[in-house]
């Protein structure tokens, strides 16, 4: 018997699908986000925006710059730090401009090894903490980013069947994982008829039910002047639920680059996602009072966030000389702007309050480096 089935026996032999993911993902010991090397990145088995490609926190450090010529230094905190790649890339990117430009920088990281490579590969630059509620609240303005966290938030998993929902729990069978259905409690019915989804006979489903309550606590540290990006593959509910597109659900596992749709195969060993509700994500913040700045395709995002003006002061606009460095940076960019891949797939979801908020809302007018080259008289 392997180590989850043995924990799972311990517990009575069965569990709520996000009690297995929980420990597939986050065991001390075997989870998959425990070990001592980053399971993600070019050498690992999936790539996420900022370990793809070193533009995602250059477009970020340049963004972050205009907003603090508004308002000043601020504090930037980077949730689900994982291996510091994109703290690294974006204080890289400042350089000498850094003190103007970031008063305080803080990574958020559950996993303890990846703590202490943060903390290895931040040098003293940043806190490292478990929780957002251990870092001291910003006076000043904040800017909270966080790409793949949500998705990696723990998921109940149902299917519908003619007149009932049922769950689907992760049992232990003569030493062996398999599911077991189990009529659906009442927090996770309820969680759909918030949504008001009504599933099809034999629709499978996920529900984050710790979404909400997640992020409500992010944006009450973030106070009133502050912008938060969330980075992340979703759908609102009327699409995330919508049978002909996700019948079988959401649900992905990746192992070596590859996807696979069991998640009871090799526990620990493969990352299991599941797709964000971005309307849980927005419930909260409009009960908060926070606004919407925009939620954009990550290729649309970066092009509005000021990659042409970004990529001119890399002496790569348009005129740049083809040569190998030009070549390779322009391989670099169409990695995150790739239509078959991230740049469509993943989506940035921005929501601010206060001077932030004002100062973002420009990011809704679609700029491109030739308006940007007229305006300057070119
Ligand atoms: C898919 S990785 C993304 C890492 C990094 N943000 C990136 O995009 O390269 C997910 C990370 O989220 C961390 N994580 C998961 N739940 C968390 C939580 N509640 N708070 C902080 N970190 C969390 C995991 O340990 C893991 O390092």
């Known amino acids: 018997m392997g180590w989850i089935e043995r924990i799972i026996e311990d517990r009575g032999g069965e569990v709520s699908f996000a009690e297995f993911m929980e420990l597939a993902l986050y065991d001390p010991d075997h989870g998959y986000y425990s070990g001592s090397e980053p399971r993600y990145g070019r050498r690992g088995d999936f790539l996420t925006a900022p370990t793809a490609s070193l533009w995602y926190a250059r477009v970020l450090a340049g963004f972050l710059t205009r907003l603090a010529g508004g308002t000043g230094p601020v504090t930037f905190v980077d949730l689900a730090a994982g291996d510091g790649s994109l703290l690294a890339g974006v204080s890289e990117a400042l350089g000498e401009r850094g003190a103007d430009v970031l008063i305080r920088r803080v990574a958020v990281e559950r996993s303890p090894a990846m703590r202490g490579r943060l903390a290895r590969r931040l040098q003293g630059t940043a806190d490292v903490v478990t929780d957002l509620w251990e870092a001291k609240q910003p006076s000043g303005p904040v800017v909270v980013h966080a790409s793949e966290l949500y998705d990696a938030l723990p998921v109940e998993r149902v299917i519908a069947g003619n007149d009932e929902l049922n769950e689907l729990w992760v049992a232990v069978v003569d ?161 995150l702007l790739d239509p078959e891949g991230m740049g469509s797939d993943l989506k940035m979801l921005i929501q601010g309050r206060g001077r932030l908020a004002a100062l973002s809302s420009q990011l809704r007018c679609m700029q491109n480096s030739e308006e940007n080259a007229t305006k300057r008289g070119r």
């Not at 002047?225 to 995330?240: K, N």
């Open 175 to 335: 030493g062996s994982l398999g599911w077991k259905q189990r009529p659906a409690r009442e927090n996770v019915a309820g969680y759909f008829s918030e949504h008001r989804v009504k599933l099809d006979p034999g629709q499978v489903a996920e529900a984050c039910l710790s979404a909400q309550d997640v992020h409500g606590r992010h944006l009450q540290w973030a106070g009133d002047d502050a912008l938060v990006l969330i980075l992340d593959y979703g759908y609102e509910a009327r699409r995330l639920y919508d049978a002909r597109g996700r019948g079988q659900g959401s649900l992905a596992c990746f192992h070596r680059h590859q996807l696979s749709r069991d998640p009871l195969e090799s526990p620990g060993e493969q990352d299991i996602t599941a797709h964000v509700n971005w309307d849980d994500i927005r419930m909260v913040a409009r009960e908060g009072g926070w606004h919407e700045i925009g939620l954009w395709p990550l290729a649309e995002f970066l092009i509005r966030a000021g990659l042409a003006e970004v990529a001119e002061a890399f002496d790569l606009g348009m005129e740049a000389p083809m040569n190998a460095r030009t070549i390779r940076e322009r391989q670099e960019i169409k990695r």
